[in-house]
T-cell receptor
Framework: DAKTTQPPSMDCAEGRAANLPCNHSTISGNEYVYWYRQIHSQGPQYIIHGLKNNETNEMASLIITEDRKSSTLILPHATLRDTAVYYCIVRVGGTSYGKLTFGQGTILTVHP | NAGVTQTPKFQVLKTGQSMTLQCAQDMNHEYMSWYRQDPGMGLRLIHYSVGAGITDQGEVPNGYNVSRSTTEDFPLRLLSAAPSQTSVYFC?????????????FGPGTRLTVT
């Protein structure tokens, strides 16, 4: 699976959009980008995933660059409950099962 | 649905003791797995199962055993606890087929080995 690079921490004001970047410059054609988050002391939670098209669901939007070497997770209106560690994961196949390789992630702190 | 449940929530063991961490899911998921998370680190896969009667090793399997006799349950056994196994353990499950793309994680078991 391709390696990912994320900033260790980011801040965001409540109500503003949070844009979390992820670099995956060695991604191959059959690898998908997944995002999970882990709120303090809880199990990780799936957010969104994509291959090459931009994706949106009720939680977030995922923007993948045309060359697929980087992506951005967007939380459109961040709330205090969005404070968490966000993990960008790249893995083969668009399936749910299989190993998820969690790196260090980005600690997002949402301020009042 | 209760989702993925784990028991106990907290456990303290002495070195050399054995115990079983329980994991159950009520979503009829074929795939189940165990991860451990150490402070400041990401999750590492211990063992996984793609269905009842089928298990395989992840990246850190030493010191742990698993079995999968039913679809619902996937217990993790520590054979002889060591301080290096102090960690938070998460169980996860998902469908193996179909259009669902997420893995569901339990709340975790916090284990301390003294």
């Amino acid at each position: 699976d391709a390696k990912t690079t994320q900033p260790p921490s980011m801040d965001c004001a409540e109500g503003r959009a949070a844009n979390l970047p992820c670099n995956h410059s060695t991604i191959s054609g059959n690898e998908y980008v997944y995002w999970y988050r882990q709120i303090h002391s809880q199990g990780p939670q799936y957010i969104i995933h994509g291959l090459k098209n931009n994706e949106t669901n009720e939680m977030a939007s995922l923007i993948i660059t045309e060359d697929r070497k980087s992506s951005t997770l967007i939380l459109p209106h961040a709330t205090l409950r969005d404070t968490a560690v966000y993990y960008c994961i790249v893995r083969v196949g668009g399936t749910s099962y299989g190993k998820l390789t969690f790196g260090q992630g980005t600690i997002l702190t949402v301020h009042p | 649905n209760a989702g993925v449940t784990q028991t106990p929530k907290f456990q303290v063991l002495k070195t050399g003791q054995s115990m079983t961490l329980q994991c159950a899911q009520d979503m009829n998921h074929e795939y189940m797995s165990w991860y451990r998370q150490d402070p400041g680190m990401g999750l590492r896969l211990i063992h996984y199962s793609v269905g009842a009667g089928i298990t395989d090793q992840g990246e850190v399997p030493n010191g742990y055993n698993v079995s999968r006799s039913t679809t619902e349950d996937f217990p993790l056994r520590l054979l002889s606890a060591a301080p290096s196994q102090t960690s938070v353990y998460f169980c996860a499950s998902s469908y193996k087929f179909g259009a669902s793309y997420e893995q569901y994680f339990g709340p975790g078991t916090r284990l301390t080995v003294t």
